[in-house]
């Protein structure tokens, strides 16, 4: 009964975008704990789904599980399978179980993941896409230091590996502009443990900018929220957005350490469809990591997003190059604490 409840409730909150007659789709996304508007992971990788849907006419529908469950998550997938879905897309680390649950229940359908992998061995409807966050998080750190900032933050969601990539990596990124320009920065350095704004963030925020901490990278889903109200509060603060351009969202955003979720989803439906709704066989059961080489990561570019008043874009360019050819390498270890010099890292608990 509780499971059929469960089925009930996801299937009233889906959402369909040009369904057909009979109230079907081809493609579903199913979101972790946030919705398709959070500004961050699940809408970045939700505008793939449409952008896909729409040019190519193929009908797609979102799904919210009804709590933050793998069980709820699950039943989300199923009900989505069960109103035709062709391949489900599925943004977040919290789907590893979700995924690893249903794949070979389901062998007719194309699974892609994003920012994680079944937990256990993907199957071969499964195709996982994991990101580089060292590389976007050190794109940042660099190019803060290098517009002249040097009262730094890093507040983190949960401490899990794609967050601790950013983390670590801004750190490297910080380290090699100071030493480039012979300053020594501070960085208060924590995580909130949650995804979630909440309050006590908030708090903890307005005491960073009270101190006077310039720029926090905020990273990970709706935290930002907390720390861009205590920017405002403070008069003076700024925030560095993560996951897809958040420049939008404040003109205290100076920039943003971005994976190209957008047109991962993009490209890997278009492999798909392309091979007849099946995954290609170089895409079966594969963990493909995107990184710098790829285009997968990077700041934004744009002419209103590009908020940088000293850190020139040909200087980013080049930066980026040096990622792309290999000749700048970024340390992924999420194990160990990056080694500093001269940049002060404060990790609070």
Known sequence: MKKLLALVMVLALALPFGALAA???????VTDVGNIDDKSFNQASWEGVVAFGEANNVTHAYYRPSEDSTDARVESMKAAIAKGAKVVVLPGYLFADAVAAVQNEYPEVSFIVLDTAPAGEAAK?????????EQAGYLAGYAI??????????????????????????VQGVEAAAKELGVEPEIKYWYAD?????????????????????????????????ALAAAEESGHGKLIGVDKDQAFE?????????KNLTGS????????????????????????????ADDGVGLPTAEGSWRFAKYTLDEYNALYAQLK???????????NQPAVEITKVDYQN
């Open 145 to 170: 230091v290098k517009d002249g900032y040097t009262k730094l933050g890093f507040l983190g969601g949960m401490a899990v590996p794609a967050v601790v990539r950013f983390g670590y990596g801004f």
């Open 23 to 29: 109230d079907t789709y081809e493609i579903a996304l």
């Open 194 to 226: 949650t995804f979630s704004p909440n309050d006590d963030i908030k708090t903890k925020m307005n005491a960073w900018y009270t101190e006077g901490t310039e720029v926090v990278f905020a990273c990970g889903g709706g935290i930002y929220l907390s």
């Open 250 to 258: 404040s003109e205290l955003i100076v920039t943003s350490a971005m």
């Open 325 to 335: 050819d290999g000749s700048v390498v970024v340390s992924a270890d999420t194990d």
């Open 125 to 133: 409807n499964t195709y996982s896409v994991l990101y580089h966050e």
């Open 265 to 292: 989803v993009v490209q890997a439906l278009t492999r798909i469809y392309e091979n007849g709704g099946k995954l290609p066989e170089d895409m079966q059961g594969v963990v493909a990591n995107l990184g710098a």
